[in-house]
C-alpha cells in the first residue's frame, strides 16, 4: 500500500519498502538518462557508423573476420576481435616485428607485385577487407577506389551513388551505394576524411579524399599480405555461391571472369554481396 491510500499507517516495513521502491526507480530513471544523453552525443559527434559497424561486425561469420596475421602464417588460427581496428589490437605490433625479422626484402616485393587468379592488385595502395582501396596522392589527400575484385563481383548490374563534395566519411561507415533494381550494396568506406573530389575517374577511383588530422591506416592491408587475403576471398565467394546452390569458374577460356554476376544468374546475388561486402 501507498501512502494517501485508505487503510495506510506508517510502519517499519512501509518504511523500508517505499525505500527501496524509490531507490529502484531512481536508478531506472538515472539509467534512461544517461543512455539519453550518451545516444545524442554519439549522434551529434557522428559515432552512429561505428555503433552499427560494431554490431554489424559481430554479426558476420567467422570466416569473414580472420585475422589479418593468419593469412601470412603468422598464426594458424585466429579471429580478429576489433572490428579490423588493428591499432587497437595489442597483438597487432608484435606480429609485424616477426614478420620483419623473418622475410626477405626481395620476397615482400615479389610478393606484392604478384597478380591472384588475374586479378589486378596493384601494390602502390592499401587495400580494405570490404574490397575498396586507398592510395597516397603527393598533395596529402587519398584517393580512394573499389578493387578488381569488388568490381567483378557486381559487374554491370548497378549503378554507383558516389558521396557528395564536402562529404565527411568515417572508416567502417557506408562510403557509397551501388543500386541494382530494388537492392541496394553498401561499401565501406576505408578512411577518415572530407570528400574534395566526388567522382575521381582521372585518379582511377571512385573519390579522393582529404583525411582527418591523425588518420590512422594500420587497419589496411598492403605488401605481401594481399595475396594470400585475395586467395581466402575467392574462398569465401565460392562458399557464398555453394550456399546459393549455385557454381562458379573464376576464368572463361583462360580469362578471368569480368562480370562474375552474369557468369553465374542463377544465384541470389544479394546474399552474395552481403557476404563479399561485409554487411550481414
Request: overall charge negative; aromatic content about 8%; charged content about 25%.
Amino acid at each position: 500500500m501507498m501512502p494517501g491510500v485508505d487503510g495506510f499507517s506508517w510502519s517499519a516495513g512501509h518504511l523500508i519498502f517505499l525505500c527501496l521502491f524509490f531507490a529502484v526507480a531512481l536508478v531506472i530513471a538515472a539509467t534512461m538518462t544517461f543512455a539519453l544523453v550518451r545516444a545524442v552525443q554519439d549522434f551529434r559527434q557522428r559515432r552512429a557508423g561505428a555503433i552499427l559497424w560494431k554490431a554489424d561486425f559481430d554479426d558476420l561469420p567467422g570466416r569473414a573476420r580472420t585475422c589479418r596475421h593468419e593469412f601470412t602464417g603468422e598464426v594458424k588460427h585466429r579471429t580478429c576481435g576489433n572490428g579490423f581496428e588493428c591499432g587497437k589490437c595489442a597483438a597487432h605490433d608484435a606480429f609485424l616485428k616477426v614478420r620483419a625479422s623473418s622475410t626477405c626484402p626481395t620476397e615482400v616485393q615479389r610478393a606484392a607485385e604478384a597478380g591472384v587468379y588475374g586479378f589486378d592488385m596493384p601494390a602502390d595502395r592499401m587495400y580494405h577487407r570490404g574490397h575498396t582501396w586507398v592510395r597516397p596522392e603527393p598533395d596529402g589527400t587519398l584517393v580512394v577506389g573499389l578493387d578488381d575484385f569488388g568490381s567483378r563481383l557486381l559487374g554491370g548490374s548497378g549503378v554507383m551513388e558516389l558521396p557528395e563534395e564536402g562529404t565527411v566519411l568515417h572508416v567502417n561507415d557506408t562510403a557509397c551505394r551501388v543500386r541494382a533494381g530494388r537492392s541496394a550494396v553498401r561499401i565501406l568506406s576505408p578512411v577518415d576524411g572530407e570528400v574534395v573530389v566526388a567522382g575521381a575517374a582521372d585518379a582511377g577511383g571512385l573519390f579522393r579524399v582529404k583525411p582527418t588530422p591523425g588518420t590512422d591506416t594500420r587497419h589496411l592491408l598492403q605488401g605481401e599480405e594481399v595475396r594470400p587475403w585475395m586467395l581466402r576471398e575467392i574462398e569465401r565467394l565460392e562458399l557464398a555461391l555453394a550456399a546459393e546452390g549455385a557454381g562458379l569458374s573464376l576464368a572463361d577460356g583462360g580469362e578471368v571472369v569480368r562480370d562474375l554476376p552474369a557468369a553465374c544468374p542463377e544465384a541470389d546475388w544479394n546474399d552474395v554481396w552481403s557476404e563479399m561486402f561485409l554487411e550481414p
